[in-house]
């Protein structure tokens, strides 16, 4: 049980890490690692869901593409869905791509279509009798960002088909990018005139299309070329991916010079081989080369996975490396409160950028590596913000080069650092008060499945902090409407909404407020299982952590022993928490500031919807599954929810001939049919609210 415990715990911190550098690649263009970084807890991510299929959750990013657009921009649903690739590193994966594909289409040899992989920005351009009409990015696969009115600045981007007959409809997929000429042209007059010089032409075209003054991307020489279509109504018929290209080029789009038709594993190596000779001479940045199954008809038969096509893989390169000294080995405190050591370099020119910095991950990749302050190091960076040290060359160490060792005390507040030990990340434990943390414990606070305080987005939270209004959530409930309006880009109206949803979540139930806290380890299931159990903050605070901890390890010994009897299990102490997360919440409430908080949280109003504790409640629905389906006329799904958990109940996403009710409001949909055809008892609210002692 605990391993699962386990396996399910890493799955959620790997989605929510994913997310979060997705958020940063895609939505932000500040990517925080390295693609190469990104993708080892893809990949990680993806082998765990592989081998425990019960851990994939829709919300996963291994189901989805990339992050949501930004809404500054319209938003475009896309017609067909732009979907990514899987990735192949080793010749064996490209072999493995390959037999998975002969397989799949029952023939000894095929033909792929092979051509360079662009590290620009995923566009989409929709043509409509042959006129330019809408360009998107890709956002998250299904919705991008308008961004036409920049796209028609981009020279490469005809705005009108060369051709007498156009097609009703041509949607047009490839990569907005900079040429390296003009990637160093841009550089050299941000030097001229003294401002900050852009990192890698991928980040420079990202932003300059995703400027909302579209003659800021106009002044700049961005391009575009094309790798596929999208959907489409009156093109010609076409049977291969090279002949899409091919007539994408007759129309004046730019498409990859050197792309090739290939046939077998042998075509594709050396086709890989011929472009990585190529590389620093193409006049465009590349992280790899594309293979894709060339007939069309053989495509449309092998289909696709949730997040990519099973008829394409991106064949990427290695990381360039150059050699360099670490001057010195510092801590960086996330907004997480994950500590993450930082090797100061010696100047090292290395993928295309000068590089002073580089992540050494966590202690264990320290450690791994044995990386030492005055050792000569071998720092990987191609094309990424955050260049690594690969490894150390041993035989140039100094002489009494210490080992390092991650602080016992954050460098920003000085709260005690914990590592629990199924993790390799350390942390602070200031929580709602670390400077570090700040911004994210009040958008985690505000957030809709926390105290749901509508209006309180990332930005505005930006500038609160940004301006001494906030340091802890408590602060909130301090704001006024003229606080509010006295910030950038908030009207009288804006601000008095924002100040009425913060007075209004001053009443949500206990498991909300303790989910809102932030302590690591405790997601929404676990704070229902502490609001169950406690029955009020109160409660919660005045427990006996270290005895409760030393209690679940004694049940869990003797379970294991009556186990290996054959007999009936314990009840376990707080069922579902194990001493890890336990331990977590135990060091996050014996921080006499995260107490503050609470305390200054509670005098300013906010009231914690109290339960009576789990020992002296009824129970009612307990051990009984139910599914919620449809718009309920009072409740939330998510209150709704929560009430029944109260009383002893478990909601599930599906209905099963194991679902005991099914509780159904306005537009139920599938989910009331099935339950329907199953012989489920269906419910109304009222009848919920009944069930339940309302």
Same mark, same amino acid.
């Given at each position: ?60 990013? /291994? ?312 050792? /000569? ?28 060792? @991650? ?82 880009? @908030? ?17 949500? /139930? ?185």
């Amino acid at each position: 049980m605990s391993a699962s415990r386990d396996l399910r715990a890493r799955a959620a911190a790997l989605r929510g890490e994913i997310e979060r550098h997705n958020h940063q690649y895609y939505g932000l263009d500040a990517p925080l690692i390295s693609d190469a970084e990104y993708d080892a807890l893809f990949r990680e991510l993806q082998a765990l869901e592989a081998g425990h299929p019960e851990l994939v959750t829709p919300q996963s990013p /291994t189901q989805r593409v990339g992050t949501a657009p930004q809404d500054q921009f319209g938003q475009v649903r896309h017609r067909l869905p732009m979907l990514s690739l899987g990735n192949a590193f080793e010749p064996a994966e490209v072999a493995a791509f390959d037999r998975r594909v002969r397989e799949g289409l029952g023939e000894d040899e095929v033909e792929y279509a092979a051509e360079p992989k662009f590290d620009g920005l995923a566009i989409n351009l929709t043509y409509v009798d042959g006129v330019f009409t809408q360009g998107a990015t890709r956002g998250d696969g299904y919705t991008g960002e308008d961004v036409t009115a920049n796209l028609r600045t981009v020279r490469a981007i005809p705005l009108e088909l060369p051709v007498t007959q156009p097609p009703a409809l041509l949607e047009v997929r490839g990569e907005v990018l900079m040429h390296k000429r003009d990637f160093e042209a841009l550089n050299a007059a941000q030097r001229a005139k003294g401002e900050r010089e852009y990192v890698n032409p991928r980040n420079s075209a990202a932003g300059t299309l995703r400027q909302l003054d579209p003659r800021i991307t106009a002044a700049r020489n961005l391009t575009f070329y094309a790798y596929g279509v999208g959907a489409s109504e009156g093109t010609p018929k076409f049977e291969r991916h090279s002949e899409v290209l091919d007539y994408l080029a007759q129309n004046r789009f730019r498409v990859a010079a050197e792309r090739q038709v290939v046939r077998g594993v042998d075509g594709l190596m050396a086709f890989y081989a011929k472009i990585g000779e190529k590389r620093a001479a193409l006049p465009y940045d590349i992280d790899g080369v594309v293979y894709k199954v060339n007939a069309l008809s053989s495509q449309e038969r092998l289909g696709f996975v949730a997040r990519a096509p099973r008829f394409a893989v991106a064949h990427k390169y290695p990381a360039e490396e150059a050699v360099s000294e670490v001057l010195a080995i510092e801590v960086q405190v996330g907004r997480t409160g994950a500590l993450t050591p930082v090797a100061r370099l010696k100047p090292v020119f290395v993928g295309g950028v000068t590089v002073t910095n580089a992540t050494l991950h966590n202690l264990d990749q320290v450690r791994a590596k044995d990386v030492r302050i005055g050792d /000569t190091v071998i720092v990987r960076r191609a094309g990424d913000v955050i260049p690594e040290v690969a490894r150390v060359v041993p035989e140039k160490r100094v002489d009494g080069a210490a080992q390092w060792d @991650m602080p016992e005390a954050c460098p920003i507040c000085k709260s005690k650092v914990e590592r629990i030990e199924s993790e390799a990340v350390f942390r602070c434990t200031g929580g709602l008060f670390c400077g570090a943390q700040r911004k994210q414990a009040v958008i985690h606070y505000a957030s809709r499945r926390a105290m749901d305080i509508e209006g309180l987005g990332e930005k505005l939270v930006d500038q609160l902090v940004e301006t001494g209004r906030v340091h802890t959530p408590a602060d909130l409930y301090k704001l006024d409407a003229a606080d509010l309006a006295a910030l950038e880009r @908030m009207a009288e109206k804006s601000a008095a909404n924002v100040v009425a949803a913060i007075r209004e979540s001053k009443h949500r /139930t206990l498991g909300r407020f303790v989910y809102a806290l932030g302590m690591h380890h405790v997601g929404e299931e676990v704070a229902k299982i502490l609001a169950q159990h406690f029955g009020s903050i109160e409660g919660l605070l005045a427990a006996d952590w270290i005895a409760l901890i030393d209690e679940k390890e004694r049940v869990q010994k003797e379970n294991t022993r009556r186990r290996n009897r054959g007999e009936a299990l314990m009840d376990a102490v707080l069922p579902g928490i194990g001493p890890e997360i336990m331990q977590s919440v135990a060091n996050f409430l014996a921080q006499s500031h995260n107490r503050d908080v609470i305390r200054e949280l509670l005098e300013r109003g906010v009231k914690p919807e109290s339960l009576a504790p789990a020992a002296r409640r009824s129970g009612k629905v307990t051990g009984k599954t139910f599914v919620l389906t449809g718009t309920l006329p009072n409740l939330t799904r998510d209150e709704a929810a929560e009430r029944i958990v109260a009383e002893g109940g478990r909601v599930t996403g599906s209905v099963s001939k194991k679902t005991d009710y099914v509780v159904a409001g306005a537009d139920a949909g599938s989910k009331y049919e099935k339950a329907q055809a199953l012989g489920v008892t269906i419910l109304e609210e009222q009848d919920l609210l009944k069930l339940l002692g309302f």
